[in-house]
């Protein structure tokens, strides 16, 4: 409480002081309000726009940037956030699982195969030709039984237990389960095992069809129907002699498609100590699935059902007695993989590139590396300067990709460090400007703008054209990349041209010049000295690299490797190619009429068996072929027995009496009277027609028509189309370098040479993973010399129209040409070979390299073009030039965690050619000024040259030169590094 005294808090003082004071104002506003006449008003109003014109005239550029620091800089946080919350960094993953975490990715990344597919061409053309009748997303589950043989009873059950599951509603086309057909070891011993009593059934079916005797059929299926059990049903066979008789039977191609003996390993080392066990211990079922699901939300929530049915399936039969496991894999889990995966590991490793650029960043600017003695104030506030701006474009390039749901590929998961490592070079420039200029804040922040401004503008449009010449290649992954690190490059020139000048003048960065080490003045001073043997080397290099290391390397691309490797179905899809010489699967298309009908008593136009004979052939064929397996629906015809498992004389003396041709009553005697010894399957039958003298194209077509009806459709249309004008041949080869997958394609003796010259066979060339990866490797070649020369090109010019000099622009880009020309011996040293990720080394360095050369090129323009100019320009750029270079590369280690193959040695070829671009910038070019100067050979021309070597500073008419700054040029080699 208050006193009369006034001490204390007093409400009733307060409310009423506030009362005395609020009664004060509208006084003094209703005064103010009864001064104002008409006439002062209209002239306040039309002196306004003349007022707002002087007050600009009187600002510069500078200040009206840094009018309102705090506001600004709110306000680019406000636009960051937003875009944050649709980059992705929400999403749930590993040790990020929190209620308001999204389970749905925000980026739209598409791992389709098909998105590897080069636009417009005839393999894409192919494939879609292939899905109008048959699916391509495939799942393979990979048996692994150490102790068991996969094709024992138990194991077999085992399998067909999980493909009941999977599969419960058979030959729906997917429409109830998402299975369009399950192919295994266990299927075929299925429909082997089931065939006798519906090619009974469907022979008697045509019979009746064809001679109009429906009750003959009704009749004879109601008997079959009730000896089930001695002819056989679909299901794996309860004795094992007949298992092991149906595998005898069954072709070599056809077994090494779906089981394997791969031998064992003892001590769970990883490599073999026993290459055969002489029992087939490894079995795959592949899997078909729908385009148009049902019941799941996505594929992701079918992969995720799929495995949860193989575990639950696993625990409840307890398969771990029987050291029996089951993995899914295949393209679609692994494309799934690559969609889910790869920006849930980006997450996890792009904070550890933050935390490298913000020590490197750190170490430069706290005076610890000067001075001995630490500024951790002065080093913060560069962190934060230099740094955030940077950050703040990595959340809004990615959020800008999620909000417009464009489409990505898995390689746009390297935007996120680029960005980070190049973003961050961009306010350094300007921070250490900054520092090493004189005068108040604007007067220093105005300086650092108007010169290193200019070139930060010049890396940054150049650096947009090298990514933008990736957008010129017609494959999606490199595409999706260009545009979004051009777009990234565009969203950190804006943050760091608002965001860096507010920062420093909000943050009062006070830091002092040092200059820089003896050491690093006499080595960049040496290029001066020495000029021709500088030139000599670096020609030296430039030819041993152009000339030896190019020709040595390879090109290879591996889809796989394009996978993250942590990922088990991606391991398991490495150990199938391995195991099962398979993993890249493919496709023959055959045209071609396999249509067969019952009619007995009409002439047989186009006998099927002629088609069926060359598609046999072509299988043959390609089978020879090195590490290739080809199935086809021969391969069935060869594995199901024509004969019936109960005796058949009576029907074949009943059917004698019939008025039906000879070459029917040929196959009456082949199905129900054992003519063919040993049971003979429905290939050897109609070879044994073949010869008939009765006749062989009725028998033929009848034969096969029978054939066709004893498979479940399911089967039968995984090999021909619905309407038998079609059919496939599979191709199972294991991934390997692109050479290799090249010769066995298209080298003689190969896949494409088979279909091209089989006889009594129209067959399409190889569709499939190795097509497009032979595709893709041809394009990228020829692509990355388009994509060089337009970044190259388009560098110049816009150097040129900036520098209004286009010499000087040719000269300021030679260096980058050298570095570019020197990825070839980088990568020749490490045993990089040119992949879908490396292929984009030569333009990205077009872009990042050319930065160095424009900050040494502008200070040379600057001071004159003199020898001096050339020596003050490298030691006073030259250290912040190292210091970009060492913090770019630690933003670029963080990749390093990313666990996708390809990706690595594109980040060691990036960094070894940034210090190579850094080295050319500060030596070569320097040698290139010297060797034109000392020649008498001036840099730049006219009246620039004139005035900047004077010493003077003056405005300069826009059609004479650059605008030049109208104070004296101080020379200094101080740097504020």
Not at 294 to 316: F, P, R, Y
Not at 330 to 339: D, Y
Request: with cysteine.
């Amino acid at each position: 409480m208050s006193d009369s005294r006034g001490k204390g808090f007093g409400p009733r003082d307060v409310v009423q002081r506030a009362k005395s004071e609020a009664a004060s104002k509208v006084a003094s506003g209703k005064e103010a309000m009864g001064q104002i006449d008409a006439d002062s008003v209209k002239g306040a109003v039309r002196r306004a726009p003349n007022t707002l014109r002087r007050a600009l005239a009187d600002s510069t550029a500078t200040g009206i940037l840094t009018k309102v620091p705090v506001v600004t800089v709110v306000l680019c946080l406000l636009v960051t956030g937003f875009f944050t919350l649709h980059s992705g960094i929400f999403d749930c993953r590993e040790g990020f699982e929190y209620e308001f975490c999204n389970e749905e990715a925000a980026l739209n990344v598409n791992g389709d195969l098909e998105v590897y597919l080069p636009q417009g061409s005839d393999v894409s053309a192919m494939i879609a030709v292939v899905q109008e009748d048959w699916t391509t997303n495939v799942m393979v589950i990979y048996v692994e039984s150490e102790d068991t043989n996969v094709t024992t009873i138990n194991i077999l059950n085992e399998i067909d237990a999980v493909e009941r599951e999977l599969n419960f509603v058979r030959n729906d086309d997917g429409v109830n389960d998402n299975i369009i057909y399950v192919l295994s070891i266990s299927t075929v011993i299925k429909e082997v095992n089931s065939s006798a009593g519906r090619v009974a059934k469907a022979f008697f079916s045509g019979l009746a069809e064809a001679t109009g005797n429906e009750d003959l059929s009704e009749q004879f299926n109601d008997t079959i129907d009730e000896q089930e059990d001695i002819i056989g049903s679909y299901s794996i066979p309860e004795e094992q002699e007949r298992v092991d008789r149906i595998l005898r039977e069954m072709p070599r191609n056809a077994l090494d498609k779906l089981v394997r003996d791969v031998g064992k390993d003892l001590d769970g080392d990883g490599d073999k100590d026993v290459f055969r066990v002489n029992y087939w211990n490894r079995a795959v079922i592949i899997i078909g699935i729908s385009d148009n699901l049902t019941g799941v939300k996505d594929i992701s929530e079918l992969i995720e059902e799929t495995q949860n049915t193989i575990n639950h399936i696993a625990e409840a039969n307890n398969w771990t007695e029987d050291n029996l496991t089951m993995t899914l894999t295949g393209p679609v889990p692994i494309t799934n993989a690559v969609t889910e995966e790869s920006f849930k590991l980006f997450w996890k490793v792009f904070p550890l590139g933050v935390l490298a650029v913000a020590i490197g960043l750190f170490l430069f600017h706290c005076d610890l590396l000067q001075t001995g003695r630490i500024r951790f104030v002065q080093g913060l506030k560069v962190v934060i300067i230099a740094g955030l701006p940077t950050l703040c474009s990595v959340w809004i390039t990615l959020g800008i990709i999620g909000f417009t749901n464009y489409e990505v590929t898995m390689t746009v998961i390297i935007v996120g460090p680029i960005i980070l490592a190049l973003g961050v070079s961009y306010g350094l420039h300007i921070t250490n400007r900054y520092a090493e200029s004189k005068g108040t804040p604007r007067e220093k922040m105005a300086i650092a703008l108007n010169s290193t401004g200019r070139a930060v503008f010049l890396s940054a449009v150049t650096t947009i054209i090298g990514f933008i010449s990736l957008t010129f290649t017609p494959m999606k992954p490199i595409q999706t990349v260009g545009w979004s690190l051009a777009g990234g490059i565009v969203v950190v020139y804006i943050m760091t041209m608002i965001m860096v000048p507010n920062l420093t003048m909000m943050l009062d960065l006070k830091k002092p010049s040092h200059p820089p080490p003896k050491l690093f003045v006499q080595a960049v001073g040496v290029p001066l000295k020495w000029t021709r043997l500088t030139l000599v080397l670096f020609l030296a290099a430039m030819l041993m690299s152009a000339g030896i290391s190019r020709d040595n390397v390879e090109e290879n691309i591996n889809l796989l490797e394009m996978a993250p490797q942590n990922v088990e179905s991606v391991q398991k899809m490495a150990v199938y190619s391995d195991e099962f010489e398979a993993g890249q699967p493919g496709f023959l298309l055959v045209e071609g009429n396999l249509e067969a009908s019952p009619n007995l008593f009409s002439p047989v136009l186009d006998d099927p068996y002629e088609n069926l004979k060359g598609i046999e052939a072509l299988e043959q064929n390609c089978n020879r072929v090195n590490r290739t397996t080809a199935v086809s629906i021969v391969f069935l015809m060869k594995a199901v027995a024509v004969g019936v498992n109960v005796s058949g004389q009576p029907i074949v003396d009943q059917v004698d009496q019939w008025p039906l041709p000879d070459q029917i009553k040929d196959v009456v005697g082949f199905i129900f009277g054992r003519e063919v010894a040993g049971n003979g399957s429905f290939w050897e039958t109609l070879a044994a027609l073949d010869g008939s003298p009765s006749g062989d194209d009725q028998a033929h077509n009848f034969l096969i028509y029978v054939f066709y009806n004893s498979m479940t459709d399911e089967m039968r249309e995984l090999f021909i189309s619905s309407n038998y004008r079609r059919s496939l041949i599979y191709i199972d080869m294991p991934f390997m370098d692109v050479q290799d997958t090249n010769e066995a394609v298209n080298g003689k003796g190969g896949i494409n040479y088979w279909a091209e010259n089989t006889p009594g066979v129209e067959s399409s060339a190889l569709v499939g993973v190795a097509s497009v990866t032979i595709e893709v490797n041809n394009l990228i070649v020829d692509s990355q010399w388009t994509s060089l020369g337009f970044a190259l090109l388009f560098s110049v010019l816009t150097l040129g129209l900036v520098f209004r000099d286009l010499r000087f622009a040719l000269l300021t880009t030679i260096p980058v040409g050298f570095t570019v020309g020197m990825q070839w011996l980088a990568m020749d040293a490490l045993g990089v070979p040119l992949s879908l990720v490396t292929v984009m080394v030569g333009s990205i360095l077009v872009g990042v390299g050319i930065d160095f050369s424009i900050h040494i090129a502008n200070r040379v323009k600057e001071q004159g073009g003199t020898m001096e100019a050339v020596r003050v320009a490298c030691a006073s750029t030259g250290m912040s030039l190292f210091e970009a270079t060492v913090v770019t590369a630690a933003g670029l280690t963080c990749a390093y965690r990313i666990p996708i193959v390809a990706i690595h040695p594109f980040v060691t070829v990036i960094i070894i050619l940034l210090i190579v671009a850094a080295l050319s910038a500060l030596l070569l070019l320097p040698a290139i000024f010297a060797l034109l100067i000392k020649s008498g050979i001036g840099l730049t021309g006219g009246v620039e040259t004139m005035v900047k070597t004077a010493g003077l500073r003056r405005a300069i008419a826009r059609d004479e030169a650059d605008v030049i700054d109208a104070s004296l040029l101080i020379g200094s080699s101080d740097d504020a590094w």
